[in-house]
T-cell receptor, first 114, second 110 residues
């Protein structure tokens, strides 16, 4: 299995631009998670899906952030408009069962907003 | 609310010596605990987890962790450290999603 795939690996954009991050979970996994890693806040959950349905988006910073999972093999995290404080590494992870099963992480997308 | 604490920002150990990376947790109900490792510019890699059963959990790359309910701890250990073990280590607790500790940087010196 190829593992969790994320694209792009690096993204540099200017403030005010729209950014879309993409994730392909491991085939057969039914839970998908988006995390963000920053020096100040460490690793924090943004949102997670179970069977393509958003379950908890309480970690999404504000309305500029949105996430979708149109099918079991694809999810997007969109930031519009982007701001410099959104600069971080964004990780996608997937698992079979959200409660106790191991989550497997993608390589992350390093976002820089100038 | 659930949380984990990693009291050490950095741990230094000489190659060949045993290593311990500390983690304490605070959860209501049964704790489900994980250790992940992050190498530079890489994603998080799963090392091991405790769900139930034996208090000593064995994982990848020779790592193990000891679950101690009375001390609410889940310390990561390895009998003999390698230079290649140098990385950032995260303890986490799961209740639907993972809640991570702040991370501990392990530096193994040759």
């Amino acid at each position: 299995d190829a593992g969790v795939i994320q694209s792009p690996r690096h993204e540099v954009t200017e403030m005010g631009q729209e950014v879309t991050l993409r994730c392909k979970p491991i085939s057969g996994h039914n839970s998908l998670f988006w995390y963000r890693q920053t020096m100040m806040r460490g690793l924090e959950l943004l949102i997670y899906f179970n069977n393509n349905v958003p379950i908890d988006d309480s970690g999404m910073p504000e309305d500029r952030f949105s996430a979708k999972m149109p099918n079991a093999s694809f999810s997007t995290l969109k930031i519009q408009p982007s701001e410099p404080r959104d600069s971080a590494v964004y990780f996608c992870a997937s698992s079979f069962n959200r409660d106790t099963d191991t989550q497997y992480f993608g390589p992350g997308t390093r976002l820089t907003v100038l | 609310a659930q949380s984990v604490a990693q009291p050490e920002d950095q741990v230094n150990v000489a190659e060949g010596n045993p290593l311990t990376v500390k983690c304490t947790y605070s959860v209501s109900g049964n704790p489900y605990l994980f250790w992940y490792v992050q190498y530079p510019n890489r994603g998080l890699q799963f090392l091991l987890k405790y769900i139930t059963g034996d208090n000593l959990v064995k994982g990848s790359y020779g790592f193990e962790a000891e679950f101690n309910k009375s001390q609410t701890s889940f310390h990561l250990k390895k009998p003999s450290a390698l230079v290649s073990d140098s990385a950032l280590y995260f303890c986490a607790v799961i209740r639907r999603a993972l809640t991570f500790g702040s991370g501990t940087r392990l530096q193994v010196q040759p």
